[in-house]
Every structure is written in C-alpha cells, then in structure tokens.
C-alpha cells in the first residue's frame, strides 16, 4: 500500500507580522495534486495542521478544505493533534470530520475508542493499523499513561517511560498480516531542530529515544521537527519536516512530503517529494549600494537584511526602497558593537542634554547629524 506523509503545517502562521496564508494555500493545494498523482491510500498528518490553538476563520477554512481535498475518491486521512493545536477542537470536529471520510485525533484514546486507526488499502486490499500518538505535555503524560497502559502512575515519572507506556499498549494489538504504523508528534533524542520549533516544547524532558518504538513498525511517521530526517531505530523513524519554512532559521531546509510504500513483509520504501510552492526564505548582507545590485536577484523571496555599515536614521527606509521584500533589516553586529568606553566617566552635569545625547549616539554606532539636529529641536519645544 502507498501513503503520503506530511506534518507542520502551521496555518495561520505570519511571519514578522505579514501573513503568509496564499503561500499556505498554494503549498497544501500542491499537497493535494501529489496525493492524486500519486493515487495513495491514506495520508497521515502528524501534527501542527495550525499555528496556534486559536486559529482565524480564514485557517480554519483553509484546513478543512484541504482535509477534504485529501480525502476525495476514497483516500483514508489521519491527522493528529500536535502541541500547537488544541486538542479539543480536534476531538470536537471528529464526528463531522468522520461522515468525510477523514479521521482527527486529539487527545490520547485507548486502541478501541480510536487511539488505533484501522483500515484496509483500496489499492491492495491490505489490513493497516495505525497507532496515534498526539502531543502530549509532561503535565498529561502520566493521566495519559494511566488512561491508555493502566499502569500506576507512580511507578515512574520519566517521560519517555509514560510515553513507552502508551505506546506498547497501542501497538499490542499490531497483526503479522497487516501493515503496521505508527504516527506521533514529540522530538526524538539526535534530531535536529528545523530552526521553527517551539523550544520550550522540544528539548530536555520532552526528547525521547527512538528506542520506544516498536521494531514490528513498518514505518513510524513523526511531526514536531521541522528538518527532513531518518533517525536511527530499530525501524523506519521519519520526520517528514514542514513543507514550507515558517522562520528565517529554516531557510535552508528542503520541504518535501513522503511517500512510503509497504506490505505486510517487506520493509517500507520512502521517496521523498519536493514541494515547491511558496515563497522562499533568504538573508542577504551589504551595504545599501550592494543590497541596491543584489535586488535584482532576489526574485520574490522574503528577506532578512544584515546592513554592513553603521546605523542612521532612514537606513531601514533606504534598504526597503530598493529591497522590498525585506522583512527584517539589521545592522550587522561589526557595525553595532558598542565602544568599550561606552558610558562616561563622571562631569554629566557639565554638559548639555544635546552633548549627553551625542556621547549616547556614539555608544550605538549611530553617526547622523540629522539625528541629533532633531533631538535639539524637540529638546528645546519641551523645555522652552
């Protein structure tokens, strides 16, 4: 059987305050098309379908629409819930979401009541069971290993152990005739980061070995790092990574969807598809005139901008005439670095605010009489 799987898809996402929702569009109406070209049984979403657990309208409609566009002609869709979305919700939209044919997990759920997804390929007619596993918090792993293995909660406090917990129960029941996956949302110990990731969600207690999961996977599809990557393990462990970078520091990833054929005996073979829509990320470094001889270059990709001279007032202005796509405009730190004698020794009260206010300038690196022209004006309308 042939699925597709994809992850982190962060709708809704902006980036420094312009909305990037058309990019989000385009890219998952391209996820679609590969999902039909491909004629895939299923497509697992591992996680982070939004940005926030508050999404807009506007996303809500965008994921939905795409949730049904995947699931047209038959194709089975399993999306879980990861630590960006509100679980909840999720689970609140299931019965609505099952009569189309795709099927939402929220929260954590016992392998009867769906926290084992099962069903048998068109193409092949091959039984497959999914194991889902969406985010869980250090605060609910322990409930949530109470709820799913029964076991005591007291018996450890690790996370990575209540995570074990859950998922050698979920996947007790995986069949030797079946194609057998897991699908999960957590960081995998040795991953790398994509650059996006919420940290606090990411690192330390939440990292896990692969270890955990069971080598009877035929393939374990993961979400919550932003990098394409296989990780190490007993069986296949992949990151898909998200189809279009939300941050400047995942710049240089390549966004692909997986698409992974397996049977019941044999191991499961991954091809990697480029995703190609959306606008690229790019950092760019110069003075304004080289900035000035880069634009030509830079097509519409979004720009960060390190500045290669010292600040001035309209600097910004001057690299985004000629730039117009630069999100974010820097002074690059050479330029920045603050003197060492950077406060005054003592006689402040000898001197005038005007003087004091140059001395400040020169600790920023900021060299612009019309600068200093200006705070004299307004110094002299409050004061006077």
Not at 18 to 29: A, F, K, M, P, T
Not at 30 to 53: C, F, K, N, P, W
Not at 150 to 168: C, F, I, K, M, S
Not at 251 to 277: F, G, K, M, W, Y
Request: aromatic share 6%; with cysteine; net charge negative.
């Amino acid at each position: 059987m042939r699925f597709l799987h994809t992850a982190d898809w962060h709708v809704g996402k902006t980036l420094k305050g312009h909305s990037r929702l058309e990019e989000q569009e385009q890219v998952l109406r391209e996820i679609v098309t590969i999902a039909r070209e491909q004629q895939v049984d299923a497509v697992l979403v591992a996680g982070d379908l939004y940005d926030t657990a508050a999404p807009s309208a506007e996303a809500q409609k965008l994921v939905i629409r795409t949730l049904m566009g995947l699931a047209r002609d038959g194709t089975q869709v399993v999306a879980i819930a990861g630590n960006h979305d509100h679980a909840r919700a999720l689970d609140a939209y299931r019965p609505l979401a099952q009569e189309a044919g795709i099927t939402l997990v929220g929260e954590v759920r016992t392998a009867d009541k769906g926290g084992v997804v099962g069903f048998t390929a068109r193409s092949t007619g091959e039984r497959v069971n999914v194991a889902v596993l969406p985010f869980l918090s250090q605060r609910y792993a322990v409930r949530a290993a109470d709820l799913v293995a029964q076991t005591a909660g007291e018996n450890t406090n690790a996370y990575d152990q209540n995570l074990r917990d859950v998922l050698g129960t979920l996947t007790a029941g995986f069949e030797d005739g079946a194609v057998n996956l897991v699908m999960a949302h957590l960081t995998v110990l040795n991953g790398r980061f994509g650059g996006g990731e919420r940290t606090a969600q990411s690192i330390f207690e939440y990292a896990v070995p692969a270890g955990i999961f069971p080598i009877e996977a035929h393939y374990v599809a993961l979400g919550h790092l932003h990098r394409r990557q296989r990780m190490e393990a007993p069986c296949p462990v992949h990151y898909s990574g998200a189809p279009l970078a939300v941050d400047f520091g995942e710049q240089e990833n390549e966004p692909v969807v997986c698409l992974v054929e397996a049977t019941p005996t044999t191991p499961a073979r991954i091809t990697d598809i480029p995703v190609t829509s959306g606008r690229r990320l790019r950092t760019v470094r110069g003075t304004v005139a080289e900035l000035s001889v880069l634009s030509a270059t830079v097509g519409d990709d979004w720009l960060r901008v390190w500045v290669t001279e010292p600040a001035r007032a309209g600097l910004r202005e001057e690299v985004t005439a000629v730039l117009p796509n630069a999100l974010e405009v820097r002074i690059d730190p050479d330029f920045a670095a603050v003197p060492e004698a950077s406060r005054p020794s003592g006689g402040g009260a000898e001197r005038s605010p005007a003087e004091l206010f140059s001395e400040y300038l020169g600790t920023r690196g900021v060299a612009d009489p019309r600068v200093e022209s200006l705070f004299r004006t307004l110094h002299d309308r409050i004061s006077s």
